[in-house]
């Protein structure tokens, strides 16, 4: 039987609410299913927050950058390592994205780096109109630090919580619960899922009444279709929210799952040239993948090595994101770093995380990789 990198996990309940769903006929963009999901997951995160539900994570950042007032000519700093949706809204609105290396006592943005560049950019009068720094696996970003530094210089921060609900930042602060906005993901590989779909979180209710508005194609209050600007069909279905009511139910479960998942890779892989993300003293990482990197050099195989050794075995294993000032999309693309993400990127790999998988399965992933590297080694 294949083992997945990542697969949707369901909790038993999601039918029951589908079922509500249909049996009122809000099947619609719109109905109480997803109302009740944005209340849950604002109750989850807690504090004075506003949620709206939208079709996917980039979708949220599309509409928390331009409600931010990023346009045409303005640069928007951002994480290098990352997904390409959490940087593709960048140029929707015409902006230009400013990438940025990871601190590697984290594997998240390099603050003193960013400390550094904003207090040139200050003199030289070329300040960012908004930072986007991403939780990174599963691992929230340094939230004091970056609110400070955007506070400053009165800059927006919209934090890339995609990889991170369920993760906490010192104190119990959950991730995604910071910044002027975050979004959030709930694509099928993520710890829980509405089969598709995001999320925008926002302290500022201004905000999320805005994402409302362009969310569902910017229509002006007419009896008719009026529109004094242009939006987007961005908003979350009934239905999938139906499914995001059942999921939360057990996110804390899913997240322990998956520390738990992590926790016996580093007891049995650990070892000279094998190395695990690291998580903060303080910090409760959600382990969405359990990444680590492999130096050839002691361990005498490369990550590609044990990647296409597991794939032979119907194992599914992938290289960590590859940085998105290496794309071809981003070619001269200012970047601000030593090669962290770069050397990640090429030495590193996530294995089989997934919150349902057994401990039999976790077992064949760790004997096969032990058998490689005890050959190889």
Not at 76 to 95: D, E, H, K, Q, R
Request: net charge negative; hydrophobic share 40%; aromatic share 8%.
């Amino acid at each position: 039987m294949r083992i997945y990198l990542s697969r949707p996990h369901m909790s038993g309940r999601e039918q029951e609410y589908v079922a509500e769903a249909f049996a009122s006929n809000f099947v619609a963009p719109l109905g109480p299913q997803l109302e009740a999901f944005e209340a849950t997951v604002g109750e989850y995160l807690g504090g004075d927050l506003h949620c709206v539900g939208l079709s996917s994570g980039s979708a949220a950042l599309h509409l928390a950058l331009r409600i931010a007032g990023v346009g045409t000519g303005d640069e928007v700093w951002i994480s290098s390592m990352t997904f390409a949706g959490g940087i593709f809204p960048v140029n929707y609105l015409g902006a230009t994205p400013r990438f940025f290396d990871l601190d590697p006592a984290s594997w998240t943005i390099d603050i003193a780096r960013l400390t550094d560049e904003l207090a040139v950019a200050d003199r030289e009068d070329r300040l960012p109109k908004a930072i986007v720094p991403t939780d990174l696996y599963g691992q929230s970003v340094d939230l004091d630090a970056l609110e400070t530094l955007a506070a400053q210089y009165d800059i927006r921060l919209v934090l890339d919580s995609a990889e991170s609900l369920g993760a906490c930042y010192l104190g119990g602060r959950k991730a995604g619960s910071g910044g002027d906005a975050a979004i959030l993901s709930f694509n099928g590989n993520k710890i829980i899922t509405t089969s598709g779909g995001g999320m925008l979180v926002t302290r500022h209710k201004d905000w999320a009444e805005q994402a409302r508005f362009l969310a569902t194609q910017a229509r002006d209050p007419a009896p008719h279709y009026e529109h004094s600007t242009f939006g987007y069909n961005y908003r979350l279905s009934n239905i999938c929210a139906a499914i995001g009511l059942g999921q939360m139910a057990v996110l804390d479960d899913r997240v322990a799952r998956r520390r738990t998942i992590c926790q016996r890779y580093r007891k049995a892989l650990s070892r000279p040239g094998i190395a695990f993300m690291p998580e903060p003293e303080g910090q409760r990482s959600t382990c969405w993948l359990t990444a680590l990197t492999i130096d050839p050099a002691l361990t005498g195989v490369s990550r590609e090595d044990i990647r296409l050794m597991l794939l032979e075995h119907e194992i599914e294993a992938r290289p960590l994101w590859k940085p998105m000032h290496m794309q071809p999309l981003y070619t001269g693309t200012p970047y601000h770093g030593a090669g962290i993400d770069e050397s990640l990127f090429a030495n590193g790999l996530c294995l089989p995380s997934g919150s349902d998988m057994t401990d039999d399965q976790q077992d064949e992933v760790i004997e096969r990789i032990q058998i490689l590297l005890d050959r190889k080694g």
